[in-house]
């Protein structure tokens, strides 16, 4: 034989070896302890190509396939219904009918989730029964939630209270809620690991986090339950498209559903035979919830303004937390030794929202059409200019109640 025709034989070996182990790319919003049971699954059913998965937070990995998926993703996994919808406006995902006829689809739901709080099992602290019941003072420094900015599921929890409770009434609740706020974590999992290190006490948060740890934690839904379709998706640029939908496969398979109900996961499988099959085993409310016409998350109306929310909720709450619990500390001090009328003005500027929906709405698709910025030639010193004048809004409003309330203090101090 040859040097070259053994060479020529090497080198087809060594393709083939190659093209038989590929590797399959995951990037998702999920913890490694949620992701790992799928991957262990994965290794039994597909021992001749390898699975590699990147936990990133929901924005970054939007973000990251946006930029081009220059790192050849195949999969894309995450809880937030506005991630999927905004990746669809771009083009993101491969073309229907990837895998076949018989095949499911190259975006699929595949769980259900809802949000509330939870707390550790051995509190002592009452529990919350109901969303206002957290903006109780007894609650005051003793509530976390991530950044919405990073994170998916706090995002939604943001989005929640404006779908149910509408723009301006919605963002009052949070704005109230804030004088609460002990911290706000980076990642949506920094919330039960902060209750399980006693970093604070109560924590805003979707089901499985906290359902995960239920040894440790208790979680209870807030009412009306507003259920989300947690997505996976196939993208387009993947090195391994066909495994993509082997992995498709796997996880929309009955195992693959029911492994959603193992301790450690702890979520609702969106196939109704399984949830069926398991209805023992689902919380209550959601079994409840699932008899009724449920709420259903408008990831639509969400992408629109999806820019606009998380910019909202860092100019009025994240950069201001420190001052809001303050004015909301003095404002409470003065509850008892004043009429209420006195104080309505002060609660009312407190709760002010500056910025319109139409205006959020307007900003978000002028500047960004979902997470992706317009291609306009001024939209750098557009954003620049919108932000200063929203930043000003805000810092006006909080000054005047700032004012306000000193005319309050000196009229009970005389």
């Known amino acids: 034989m040859s040097v070259l025709r053994f060479l020529a034989i090497l080198l087809g070996s060594l393709w083939a070896h190659l093209v038989s182990a590929q590797e399959l790319r995951v990037l998702t919003s999920f913890p490694p302890d949620f992701s790992a049971a799928y991957t262990r699954m994965w290794a039994e059913r597909a021992a001749d190509a390898e699975i590699r998965v990147l936990n990133k937070n929901t924005v970054a990995a939007i973000e990251e396939v946006l930029r081009g998926n220059s790192r050849g993703f195949d999969i894309f996994w995450a809880s937030s219904p ?14 229907t009918g990837l895998c076949g006829a018989d095949g499911p689809d190259t975006v699929a739901p595949f769980a259900l989730s809802s949000v509330g709080w939870a707390r550790r099992s051995d509190s002592r602290l009452f ?20 950044r919405p900015a990073r994170s998916g599921s706090a995002h939604m929890l943001v989005e929640r209270m404006l779908m149910v409770r509408g723009w301006e009434d919605g963002w009052r609740y949070l704005l109230e809620l804030s004088g609460n706020l002990s911290t706000l974590t980076a990642r949506s999992y920094g919330v039960p690991d902060g209750l399980i290190n006693e970093r604070f006490e109560i924590g805003l948060t979707i089901d499985f986090l906290s359902e995960a740890k239920s040894d440790i934690l208790d979680f209870r839904y807030g009412r009306p339950i507003v259920l989300a379709a947690a997505q996976v998706g196939i993208l387009k640029g993947g090195k391994a498209p066909m495994r993509a939908c082997d992995f498709l496969h796997m996880l929309l398979s009955r195992d693959g559903q029911a492994t959603l109900m193992a301790p450690g996961i702890s979520r609702i499988p969106f196939d109704p035979l399984v949830r069926e099959e398991m209805v023992a085993d689902l919380p209550e409310d959601i079994v409840e919830a699932l008899k009724l016409a449920w709420l259903e998350y408008d990831a639509e109306q969400s992408s629109n303004r999806y820019w606009a929310v998380n910019t909202l909720f860092d100019l009025m709450i994240t950069d201001r937390l420190v001052e809001r619990r303050n004015l909301w500390r003095r404002y409470h001090a003065l509850q008892g030794t004043l009429p209420p009328d006195a104080l309505a003005s002060v609660r009312a500027l407190l709760t002010e929202t500056p910025v319109t929906g139409e205006e959020a709405l307007d900003a978000s698709l002028t500047l960004y059409d979902g997470a992706q910025a317009v291609s306009r030639p001024d939209a750098a010193r557009f954003e620049r200019d919108l932000l200063r004048d929203w930043n000003t809004r805000v810092a006006q409003t909080m000054a005047r109640a700032d004012a306000a309330l000193n005319l309050l203090e000196r009229r009970v101090e005389e």
């Open 82 to 95: 506005e991630a999927f919808e905004l990746l669809q406006r771009r083009g993101a995902f491969a073309d």
């Open 127 to 146: 529990m919350p029964t109901d969303w206002n019941d957290l903006l109780r003072p007894l609650y005051r420094d003793r509530i976390a939630m991530a």
